[in-house]
């Protein structure tokens, strides 16, 4: 399918205003153009009862954590959530927008983690950040007024990268247990190559994915690390449901889609949806693209079933 009209319209905006890729500015300049892009395509700011930002303890200090609750009494199921750029780009306020839509929608509390960046600290830095942040908060429950039966991770980008390490590191050190996993045009295999027919410079691509590794990767042989590219873990069973999505027109889909077809392989209930006509990008803007509303809401939709089972208290369970 060719790519959708919003996205040649948004394709054809760039162009017009001579934006450059995000590859060829400086770090400081990528970082901020990256959250002036998020804001600009981002829709409307939905409020949320409460929204705070605090901290929690991580493997080399404090790591700053946003807290989205949503109106309600006692123990709240709890999606901990991690951003995409790359692990080079992005902060707790690019995913704030999508962390008020869930928290709203499902609804539950969303707790996002600012695990640290890469050049300055490269690959596993943030898988223990986050892995650490996540643990801390499901064993703490009453910080946060956590249910500890329903936590589950999740993420965009290079952030459903690290929710699924995340979910590999917490089998192997016995926690914390996830009620699923939302894994959101991941990152998954760090020594494929992306699709070849994604070179448009206006859009995410080829080159894109080659620059955030050289950044994540101080060390190429990493990209064989089950925890840098969660498809080479020899072992999927056991991780908890997931669901994936991807994008049709994404240098990524292919690898996203087969770790779907793995958990599923490993008896893992998992559910994928390929996004017809979309890019990268597009569930974190739901103001330029209205299938970044329609993912959004199916990942709420998702987790309030995965939330219910885990609770005992019905919901659909395994689609």
Same mark, same amino acid.
């Given at each position: ?6 996205? &040649?319209?948004?394709?054809? &905006?760039?162009?017009?205003?001579? !934006? ?33 930002? !605090? ?9 700053? =954590? ?43 509390? =969303? =707790?996002? =983690?600012?695990?640290?960046? &890469? ?21 703490? %429950? ?22 699924? &390490?995340? !979910? ?25 190559? %992306? ?12 080159? *894109? ?19 840098? *590219? ?10 908890? %449901? ?27 209930? !998992? ?49």
């Amino acid at each position: 399918m060719s790519i959708h009209p919003q996205v &040649a319209a948004y394709r054809a &905006a760039r162009e017009a205003a001579g !934006t450059p890729p995000l590859y060829s500015q400086s770090l400081a300049e990528a970082r901020a153009a990256d959250l002036a892009a998020i804001r600009a395509s981002g829709g409307a700011v939905e409020p949320v009862h409460e929204v705070r930002d !605090t901290h929690v303890p991580g493997p080399a200090g404090d790591l700053p =954590v946003r807290v989205h609750r949503p109106a309600g009494e006692g123990p709240l199921p709890t999606l901990v959530y991690f951003f995409g750029g790359g692990w080079t780009l992005g902060s707790v306020d690019t995913a704030d927008g999508i962390c008020r839509r869930l928290a709203n929608a499902v609804p539950c509390q =969303v =707790v996002t =983690v600012g695990y640290r960046l &890469a050049p300055e600290h490269p690959f596993p830095s943030a898988v223990h950040d986050c892995h650490a942040a996540t643990r801390w908060i499901a064993d703490n %429950p009453a910080e946060f007024g956590v249910d500890p039966l329903r936590v589950a991770v999740g993420g965009d980008s290079a952030g459903g990268n690290l929710a699924a &390490a995340v !979910t590999l590191l917490a089998r192997e050190r016995g926690g914390p247990r996830f009620a699923a996993q939302l894994l959101v045009y991941p990152n998954t295999d760090q020594s494929a190559d %992306p699709r070849g027919d994604a070179e448009d410079p206006l859009l995410f691509n080829r080159r *894109s994915v080659a620059w955030y590794r050289g950044h994540y990767l101080a060390d190429p042989a990493d990209a064989r690390h089950p925890l840098a *590219s969660p498809l080479l873990a020899a072992d999927l069973a056991g991780l908890p %449901p997931a669901l994936v999505i991807t994008a049709e027109h994404d240098p990524l889909r292919d690898e996203g889609e087969r770790y779907a077809h793995r958990l599923r392989g490993a008896g893992v209930p !998992t559910t994928l949806t390929r996004y017809a006509g979309m890019i990268h990008g597009f569930f974190a803007m739901p103001g330029a693209f209205d299938d970044g509303r329609h993912a959004q809401d199916q990942a709420a939709a998702f987790l309030r079933d995965r939330f219910a089972a885990a609770g005992g208290a019905g919901g659909e369970g395994d689609r």
